[in-house]
């Protein structure tokens, strides 16, 4: 696919990844629908796009809820056509472990509510959307057509991190799964997994535990948003990639 050609739909696009996503894309040319829960965040976003070869649109999604959704790609439709481009960004942390023992022997869980929140916005969100974009692509007829999950390495498993990186193997594996259904109508599926990248998420963890991952990366630092742009591009540009999750994590790979 030529970026110039994309119709693109970005999801958790206010800050981090995604706006690098959408601000990339459109500098390639590329028409961009841009989502996020956080509206502040897309106004700057739409501010910053001014000017560039493609075209950003914005409008405030929340991936967790269905009539958001659709009424989200409603509005793309409207402004932009069908999108033939999902980038599947939208994701947050809420780290714990599943269950702990402290001094005084009192044993501390890992709230429902906080597993439940990670996997609905993680998992359930990224295929809430994949399947309304992909029923969209199908519905006219759209070909060539691309959903690109964002992943982590954390979904080998990670201390602390139960929920994100049960989410996370579950995108990688529905990624190879939605692969395998809907090539037979030139849609490909593809993922990238970052490792520890330089984002408001990595800024808000604490700083020992940010400098003690750090410590883990081969490479010797955090990775940069426009790193994991290059991944992207790759797989838009490469019609022969499908099917496959792309580890972009200076070597720290938990697997």
């Known amino acids: 696919m ?7 739909v970005v999801t958790g696009a206010a800050q981090g990844l995604g706006r690098c996503f959408a601000l990339e894309l459109a500098r ?3 028409r961009v629908m841009a989502g996020d829960i956080q509206a502040d965040g897309l106004g700057t976003l739409a501010e910053e796009a001014r000017g560039l070869a493609g075209r950003v649109e914005t409008m405030a999604l929340d991936v967790t809820q269905e009539a958001s959704v659709r009424g ?6 409207a402004r932009l056509g069908t999108p033939n481009l999902l980038v599947n960004n939208a994701g947050i942390l809420r780290d714990g472990v599943l269950a702990l023992r402290e001094e005084d ?3 501390r869980k890992m709230p429902s509510v906080q597993w439940k929140s ?3 916005t993680n998992l359930t969100g990224c295929y809430v959307m994949a399947r309304e974009v992909v029923s969209q692509m199908l ?10 999950n964002i992943s982590s390495i954390t979904g080998a498993g990670n201390p602390g991190q139960g929920n994100y990186a049960a989410a996370k193997a579950g995108l990688d594996a529905a990624t190879r799964t939605w692969a395998l259904e809907l090539a037979q109508y030139g849609i490909r599926v593809g993922a990238i997994a970052p490792g520890l990248i330089d984002t408001p998420m990595a800024q808000a963890l604490d700083p020992d535990e940010r400098a ?3 410590a883990d990366v081969p490479l010797g630092r955090m990775g940069r948003p426009e790193e994991i742009w290059a991944a992207l591009r790759f797989i838009v540009e490469c019609d022969f990639f499908t099917g496959r999750v792309i580890q972009v994590d200076g070597g720290a790979s938990y697997s």
């Not at 519905?139 to 690109?148: A, F, I, Q």
């Open 2 to 8: 030529r970026i110039d050609t994309v119709t693109a």
């Open 105 to 107: 022997g009192f044993v």
């Open 139 to 148: 519905e006219n007829g759209v070909s060539p057509g691309l959903v690109v």
């Open 118 to 120: 990670v996997i609905e």
């Open 28 to 30: 390639a040319g590329a």
């Open 212 to 214: 003690g991952m750090v």
């Open 72 to 77: 989200f790609l409603g509005e793309t439709a």
